[in-house]
Nanobody, 127 residues
Framework: QVQLVESGGGLVQTGGSLRLSCAAS????????MGWFRQTPGKEREFVAT????????LYADSVKGRFSISRDNAKNTAYLQMNSLKPEDTAVYYC????????????????????WGQGAQVTVSS
């Protein structure tokens, strides 16, 4: 089992920045693909970004490309989501997720392939 805990959410004005962290504990010795998703009331949880275990491969949703940056520190079992130039439409609960599956990295945008989820962190962007 892997436990994921997000931190770093909060309230920020339009154009501001926030950095989310996702700390993993438990059976973290296995390589994991890690991802960030977000959800607003009444909508499905949507893909934001994902990062491979090694080589630093990343994928982003078009809506955040060029503004958000995902990274990870495997020594600390932590993933990060740096969010810049925030917009009101970025307001959501952000979830980190992890999967040990060996999969084609292009599939890592699919939330159904992730096995472990954090509790979520609220991000609110005021206009």
């Amino acid at each position: 089992q892997v436990q994921l805990v997000e931190s770093g959410g909060g309230l920020v004005q339009t154009g501001g920045s926030l950095r989310l962290s996702c700390a993993a504990s438990g059976r973290t010795f296995r390589p994991y693909v890690m991802g960030w998703f977000r959800q607003t009331p009444g909508k499905e949880r949507e893909f934001v970004a994902t990062i491979s275990w090694n080589f630093g491969r990343t994928l982003y949703a078009d809506s955040v490309k060029g503004r958000f940056s995902i990274s990870r520190d495997n020594a600390k079992n932590t993933a990060y989501l740096q969010m810049n130039s925030l917009k009101p439409e970025d307001t959501a609960v952000y979830y980190c997720a992890a999967t040990p599956k060996t999969l084609a990295f292009s599939l890592a945008t699919n939330r159904d392939l992730y096995d472990y989820w954090g509790q979520g962190a609220q991000v609110t962007v005021s206009s």
